[in-house]
């Protein structure tokens, strides 16, 4: 009866919150034990009294303040200095420059958002089709969910109770490589395609693109530096950006303005409290859950499946990869961890940080896969381009997506190498 209730108010589009919440309450009302009515509101609180999701809203106000104070165009023109005069020259600074905002925004959509309105008119303007240059940048856009700063890497880390900044350290290494083999199927349709070379720039150009981009570099120094050297939490480094942000665009660049700060802060409050609003249900569910034993039911019918961590692994994949398709990204991370991740650990003896990063990246596919793919309705929207023709262009980078993908399942060290070593 809970799980069709469940299904029934998400097919009727309640948000996921609500869902998951009524969820909850139908099932404590079908046990009967209506006493678990007294530690409701403690557990709705409860799922959000961690610090860590503090860096969810202020990971959003430094995006803000970045495409706000201009910081996200010097970044563009400081990639393309590095690929001047190269063949399909733009589309490679499409990458590098997502790569650098991946460092920054910590979100799919707002990434793509962002750099769809840069981007695409540019690489239409150079010769360009503009599917291709929409899909480039939405391919992009799934670099930053893994590379750090990740929302989903926070919420993850809150629900697993990990610390958030050794998550953000295991996303280094397989962001990198979805980085690189976003290059290499850049490179190997360029071979196919006859892509227009980006033009040279001259070396006083280049060298004044370097100069007024290097203070936008500041910020993911400060973000991925403070974690990785141990000064700062990512909490601590989050809201130091936000400061970054504010000087660079207010006092350097001299676009920030503050009579727009109101609309910014609104859109920041607006976002991440829909977010953390989630992340409440989520535990109210998840406390739910536990009180009726399903982790452990599911456990005891995977591993009658199977007693190979691998084997679980792909199957867990398989099930996201479906789940991705029709729920959001957080949604689903919020709905599946507190199951899936007893299970991994206990069961089956999976490193949490390396069954993080694998579950992110699967659900992150999601955003670009119908019939939901927010993330590719956005780039759709944003290039002014049907989703089928979005969709078509994505496939070469969502099959490397998906081979990156199978070999951190099969090579756990890509993922907690670097963690271990520092």
Request: net charge neutral; charged share 10%; aromatic share 10%.
């Amino acid at each position: 009866m809970i799980l069709a209730l469940f299904i029934i108010l998400l097919l009727i589009g309640l948000p996921i919150a609500i869902v998951v919440m009524t969820t909850a309450i139908g099932y404590i009302l079908n046990s009967g034990n209506f006493g678990l009515f007294d530690s409701l509101p403690q557990q709705l609180f409860g799922g959000i009294e961690s610090y860590g999701l503090l860096a969810i809203p202020l990971f959003m106000l430094a995006g803000e303040f970045m495409n706000e104070g201009g910081l996200t165009k010097r970044l563009v023109a400081m990639a393309s200095v590095f690929v001047s005069g190269f063949k399909g020259g733009l589309a490679y600074v499409n990458l590098i420059a997502n790569m650098m905002m991946a460092s920054i925004m910590g979100s799919a959509v707002a990434q793509i958002a962002v750099m769809s309105n840069v981007m695409v008119p540019e690489m239409e303007k150079k010769g360009y089709d503009r599917a291709y240059a929409g899909a480039l940048t939405a391919a992009g856009g799934l670099m930053s969910p893994i590379i750090p700063p990740s929302m989903l890497f926070v919420i993850y880390g809150v629900l697993a109770q990990i610390p958030i900044g050794d998550m953000f350290i295991a996303g280094v290494v397989p962001g990198l490589m979805m980085g690189t083999g976003f290059i290499l199927v850049v490179a190997l349709l360029g071979l196919k395609y006859n892509y227009p070379k980006s033009a040279k720039i001259t070396l006083s150009e280049a060298r004044s693109d370097l100069l007024m981009g290097l203070p936008s570099l500041i910020i993911p120094v400060v973000i991925i530096g403070g974690i990785l050297l141990g000064i700062a939490t990512p909490t601590e480094s989050a809201s130091i950006a936000v400061v970054a942000a504010l000087v660079i665009g207010k006092y350097v660049y001299k676009e920030l303005q503050f009579k727009n700060f109101g609309s910014l802060l609104f859109n920041t409050a607006l976002n991440s409290s829909a977010v953390i609003f989630m992340v409440a249900g989520a535990n109210l569910l998840g406390w739910a859950l536990i009180f009726e034993q399903l982790p452990q039911t599911v456990a005891a019918w995977l591993a009658a499946l199977s007693d190979d961590p691998l084997v679980f692994l792909l199957l867990v994949n398989l099930a996201l990869l479906l789940v991705g398709m029709v729920i959001d990204g957080i949604a689903a991370l919020v709905m599946v961890v507190p199951i899936l991740l007893p299970i991994a650990v206990n069961v089956y003896g999976i490193d949490p940080y390396h069954f993080g990063v694998i579950v992110c990246l699967n659900l992150v596919l999601g955003l670009l896969t119908p019939p939901v793919g927010s993330g590719l309705f956005v780039a759709a929207s944003m290039s002014r381009v049907p989703p089928t023709a979005i969709f078509k262009a994505l496939l070469p980078f969502l099959a490397m997506s998906m081979f990156i993908l199978l070999l951190l399942i099969w090579q756990p060290w890509l993922v907690t190498g670097l963690q271990k070593a520092l």
